[in-house]
């Protein structure tokens, strides 16, 4: 076989490889993510926010842990795709944190990623846990994974819940420890604020 007609059948291949990429990639959300329909529809909400921010406030602390009452809490909506769902959520200046609802082998994950001024991570950071699987389009709850357990090694036990209300006027944050609540913060998503990142 003469070099063109090698060269030929590499251009073929490249451009079929390319189509189906192409293919794959448009159905993405249909073929290659197995979440459930809830998951779907409660990813899909979070997206409809895209771009926006959003003024709340803490609406529950346990007794002895750090209030974070009469603080500034900010969610920003700032990446919105099929798979992913990011939203930095910054507490007064410091803005170190951002929600993450992600994809990952088929299942809706919930990951804190938290990040020093530089950018680099800080050491306790992508935290979280995968959907159980029960929620709702307006209610999701997400139980630690083995890689929160093996690096917040306290023996306590986190659970966090997301919901937006029927009207898509809240979106609540809650986090559990051993199964009782220790916090909760509330965003008011009728009012968008404009606020840096």
Known sequence: MNISK????VCIVILASC?????????????????NDSEKAFLSSLAGLCGQSFLGKQIYSKDGRDSWAGKKLVMHVTVCEEDKVFIPFHVDENKSRTW??????GKLRFRHD????????EDLTLYGGFSDGKGSDLVQCFPWDEYTESILTDGNKRQWNVSLNEDLSTFTYELYVNEELVFAAEFDLTKPITAEL
């Open 6 to 9: 090698i060269v030929i059948l």
């Open 19 to 35: 189509s189906g990429t192409q293919n794959k990639s448009e159905s993405f959300i249909d073929q290659e993510i197995s979440i």
């Open 100 to 105: 993450m609802f992600l994809v990952e082998d």
């Open 114 to 121: 938290h990040r020093h001024e530089d950018g680099t991570p």
